[in-house]
C-alpha cells in the first residue's frame, strides 16, 4: 500500500505518512475502513470459525470501499478508486 505494515499496530496507522501518490482527502476515512475491516475479519473466525486471509481481507476492503464512497461528496468518490489500486488484491 505504500507504506511499511509488517509489526504495525492499529494505534501506528494513526501515525504513518499518507503516501505522495495517492490524495489526501478521506485519508482518515480509509483508516477507519481499514480498522472496520480488521474488525469484521476478527469476528469472521471468532463466530464462524472463518480464517484469516490476505486475500479476502484485501478484496472486502475494496468492496467496503467502494461502498462507502457512496457517501462522500461527488468531488470524493475518486478517492476510493484511487486506494482500491493500492490494495494488494
Known amino acids: 500500500m505504500g ?10 496507522l494513526w501515525t504513518i ?12 476515512t480509509v483508516i477507519l475502513l ?3 475491516m480488521i474488525w469484521k475479519q476478527r469476528n469472521d ?11 479476502r481481507f484485501w478484496l472486502q476492503c475494496r468492496d467496503e470501499a467502494r461502498l ?6 461527488q468531488a470524493d468518490r475518486f478517492v476510493a478508486d484511487v486506494w482500491c489500486y493500492y490494495f494488494p488484491c
Open 3 to 12: 507504506f511499511p505494515t509488517e509489526h504495525a499496530t492499529v494505534q501506528s
Open 17 to 28: 505518512d499518507r503516501p505522495a501518490t495517492v490524495p489526501s482527502r478521506q485519508f482518515s
Open 34 to 36: 481499514v480498522c472496520w
Open 45 to 55: 473466525l471468532v463466530f464462524q470459525r472463518l480464517k484469516p486471509s490476505h486475500p
Open 68 to 73: 462507502w464512497s457512496l457517501r462522500f461528496k
